[in-house]
């Protein structure tokens, strides 16, 4: 497929990740493999580290309220797959 971008900087040889002879025609399956591999570790990095920075976001601004035994809370509790909530909030 012909670009403009191709127009100015030439024809590129290939659209490949990398470059091999036809003799190397064989080994496609097992380059390209490789080549997958390396950019799902890729991706899986970068998730890695957008979740760390994510949570380190979302702990800046969290306030942290700790409970003490008799405080008072809300409950919630399912019985036979209907869900109630505790008339008495302790």
Not at 62 to 82: H, M, R, S
């Amino acid at each position: 497929m012909r670009m403009p971008i191709d127009l100015v900087r030439g024809q590129p040889t290939t659209y490949l990740p990398f470059q091999f002879t036809k003799k190397q025609y064989k080994d496609y399956p097992l380059l390209l493999r490789q080549h997958l591999w390396e950019i799902h570790q890729m991706v899986r990095e970068n998730i890695r580290v957008t979740a760390q920075r994510m949570k380190a976001n979302y702990d800046k601004t969290a306030n942290y309220i700790p409970f003490q035994v008799g405080d008072k809370g809300l409950v919630v509790y399912t019985f036979e797959n209907q869900r109630k909530v505790s008339q008495d909030h302790e």
